[in-house]
């Protein structure tokens, strides 16, 4: 009856852990993926186009029609 009754407190203290260690490890890479977002956004924002498409002219002069 002992073993049984610390088998069961063994087993909670290893699910417990178990979900301590998945729930840090989720929050972790959800930080990181998010800094890494961040960072990212950021670059983009002071970064110049290097190929201004939108802007560019219509080339409709060069197409042919015929």
Request: net charge positive; glycine share 0%.
């Amino acid at each position: 009856m002992q073993i049984f009754t610390l088998l069961t407190i063994f087993q909670k203290l290893m699910r417990l852990l178990f979900e301590r260690y998945r729930f840090a490890e989720e929050y972790h890479y959800q930080t990181v993926m998010k800094d890494d977002a961040d960072r990212f956004i950021i670059r983009e924002k002071q970064t110049r186009p290097i190929l201004s498409f939108m802007n560019s002219p219509s080339m409709s002069h060069k197409m042919n029609t015929s």
